[in-house]
Structures are given as structure tokens and as C-alpha cells.
């Protein structure tokens, strides 16, 4: 039978796995890291469950588990200077029509080469964060939120091209 | 830029939001747990088998008691400072996987300079008792001419240092990759507005 903390852990990433999914893609380069990253991020949760008393929504704390894990990743891969995607370049387009995957694909892509901040504050954006939710996640105010999001947005404009990926 | 970016902004939303594929809950709990505490359990085998080598070997170089009881000491001795700075060390230090990214990127700085400060007490307790270690063997008769006290010292002090200089260069290489880091996050707010 089924425990409460399993069942708690069970119905969070649930409700939150693909979140965590596409997080986890968003620092990993390569789809084996990433679903290492992921793995990390999900027994970080597991093991911070029982303290977490819901002084935060139950989704703050799930990402600041994940991009605190990312983080981590990071530093342990040593990939904070070599941004190189190792991908194609996210502005090249195929020649036939464009299909979804290719497009998430390009977005991923481009999202992998933003600084850290501003990658932080795009995928919880891309997520439907609102500005005050990334600021608890990240520790930032509205106002640094708002500034980071801004330019994010310029330099993914940017990264994909001029156009959207879509 | 054809549309609107707020219009772009839900699209690039839409497109990102196009994996949904879930997390298998069990499947990574069960085997990262294992994982774990099959690690747990090699470690704890390895620092054990260590250990009793490294008695055996030494009561069976040492030959009177009383030196048997100078060794006793020196390794009580040894244990104290070990355990003392560990836990002076790890004061204030958690694991704080919930708190925001901010704080978490202080914390981890912290740690890393907690461990390369560990690094360099190995290295320098290993060092010490190195030098004391070659003292002693040079003042016991019994021992002079014998390998016993040269291959126990190569074998542990080497040991020993060796891995202070392994852990020291990964804590150094993490420190470097956690201020840069740090130093981007800053950097990234304080750039003027373009």
C-alpha cells in the first residue's frame, strides 16, 4: 500500500513532471544528461518533502528544486563557459515545412545558449510563471524579473532568427 | 517581428509546451534510491576494509607493547583533530534544496569553500604526521633497515595525500565554475538596459 509522502511525492510529479521534464532540457545538452538531471531533481524532491511545510506554493518549491539541481549541474559539468549547444544552430531552418517537434527542438536549443539568469526566468515564463512566482523561485524582485525577462526575450528573438519558432 | 510579442511570447509558450511527457514516479524513485544506497553501502565497505588493512598492518610492524600504546594515542589523537575540524567545518552548512536560487548559489559557495578548506587540512595532517611518522621510524631501532615502516608510510601517507590532492583540485575547479557562475547571475542584472 501506498504511503502519504508517496502518494504526496506521486501526485507532484503529476502534476509537475513535464515541467521538470522540459526543465531538465533546458540545462542538459544531451538527452542522457538531461534525463540524469531529471532523476536528480525528482530525489531532491523526494528527499525535501517532509520538510516542506507550504511557507511557498507547492510549485515554487518544486522549481526551486529544479533549477537549484540545474544549477548544481552546471557547475559539476563544467558547461558554464562552453555554451556551444553542440546542436544545430537554432536559426537554420529545414527546407520542407517545419514540423513541431523541429520547432521545440530549435527552441530548446536556443534557450540552452541564454546566460544562466535569463534562462531561469524564460523557462519559467515559457511555463506560465507570473513575475512574482519566478521572483520567490529565484529569490529577485519583480522589477529584476520583469529587467531579466525583457532581454531574454530580445536575445531568444535573436538566437531563433528574427522569426518565432513556430 | 510580424506579430505582437506578447502574441509571439504564447506561441514560443505553446511550442515549448509541447512535450508532455510525464515522469515515470516509481521507476525513478526505486532505482535512484538504490542507486544510492548501493553507493552508501561500497563506501562504507571501502572506509571499513580500509581501516582494518591499515590496523593489521600496523600491529603486526609494531613489536613492544608500549610502542603498540604510542600508536593508540597517536591514532586517538588523530581521530580528535580529524572529527574536530569536520565538525567545525560543517557548521551552518545544509542542504537547503528549497530555498530560492539566490541563496542557494551563496550556499553553495560556502561549501565549496568549506571543502577546499578541507582539502588543504588533509594534505596538511597528512603531511605532519608524515614527517613525525619518519621521526619516529628513524628513532626505533628495531626498524631501521626494514621496508615495513617506508612501504606503510608511502602506502598510507601516500594514499592519504593523494587524495587530498584529487579532492582539492575538484573542489578548486568547482569553486571556479561557482564564482563564475555567481558572477554571471550579477553581471546579467547590472547590465544597463539595452
Not at chain 1, 45 to 54: D, K, S, Y
Not at chain 1, 85 to 109: Q, Y
Request: charged share 25%.
Amino acid at each position: 500500500m501506498e504511503s502519504e509522502p508517496e502518494a504526496r511525492f506521486g501526485r507532484i510529479l503529476q502534476a509537475h513532471g513535464p515541467s521538470l521534464r522540459r526543465l531538465a532540457a533546458a540545462y542538459a545538452r544531451v538527452s542522457s544528461d538531461a534525463d540524469d538531471l531529471l532523476q536528480d531533481i525528482c530525489f531532491a524532491i523526494w528527499r525535501a518533502l517532509p520538510r516542506f511545510r507550504g511557507d511557498c506554493s507547492e510549485r515554487t518549491f518544486v522549481y526551486r528544486i529544479g533549477h537549484n539541481r540545474g544549477l548544481s549541474f552546471r557547475v559539476k559539468q563544467r558547461s558554464l563557459i562552453d555554451l556551444d549547444d553542440g546542436l544545430a544552430d537554432p536559426r537554420e531552418r529545414p527546407d520542407d515545412a517545419a514540423s513541431r517537434a523541429d520547432d521545440r527542438d530549435r527552441l530548446f536549443a536556443a534557450v540552452r545558449r541564454l546566460p544562466e539568469g535569463q534562462r531561469q526566468v524564460v523557462v519559467m515564463g515559457l511555463e506560465g510563471l507570473s513575475n512574482r512566482e519566478i521572483g520567490d523561485v529565484l529569490g529577485i524582485t519583480e522589477n529584476t524579473v520583469a529587467t531579466r525577462l525583457s532581454r531574454a526575450r530580445k536575445a531568444l528573438r535573436d538566437l531563433l532568427g528574427g522569426g518565432s519558432a513556430t | 517581428m510580424t506579430s505582437r510579442p506578447d502574441e509571439e511570447w504564447a506561441r514560443l509558450g505553446a511550442v515549448w509546451r509541447t512535450d508532455e511527457r510525464a515522469v515515470p514516479v516509481a521507476g525513478v524513485l526505486a532505482e535512484r534510491v538504490r542507486r544510492h544506497s548501493r553507493r552508501l553501502r561500497a563506501v562504507m565497505a571501502i572506509e571499513v576494509g580500509v581501516t582494518i588493512v591499515a590496523l593489521g598492518l600496523v600491529w603486526r610492524a609494531l613489536p613492544a607493547v608500549p610502542v603498540r600504546t604510542a600508536w593508540a594515542v597517536a591514532a586517538g589523537l588523530h581521530s580528535l583533530i580529524g572529527w574536530a575540524f569536520v565538525l567545525w567545518n560543517r557548521r551552518g552548512i545544509w542542504r537547503p534544496s528549497a530555498e530560492t536560487t539566490r541563496a542557494y548559489v551563496a550556499l553553495e559557495r560556502e561549501r565549496i569553500e568549506r571543502q577546499v578548506r578541507t582539502g588543504w587540512f588533509v594534505i596538511g595532517l597528512v603531511t605532519v604526521e608524515a614527517a613525525l611518522f619518519a621521526i619516529v621510524s628513524w628513532r626505533t631501532p628495531a626498524w631501521r633497515g626494514s621496508p615495513v615502516p617506508w612501504i606503510l608510510g608511502v602506502g598510507i601517507f601516500g594514499g592519504f595525500a593523494l587524495w587530498g590532492v584529487w579532492w582539492l583540485v575538484r573542489a578548486r575547479r568547482a569553486r571556479r565554475e561557482i564564482n563564475a557562475l555567481a558572477e554571471t547571475l550579477i553581471r546579467e542584472d547590472n547590465q544597463p538596459p539595452s
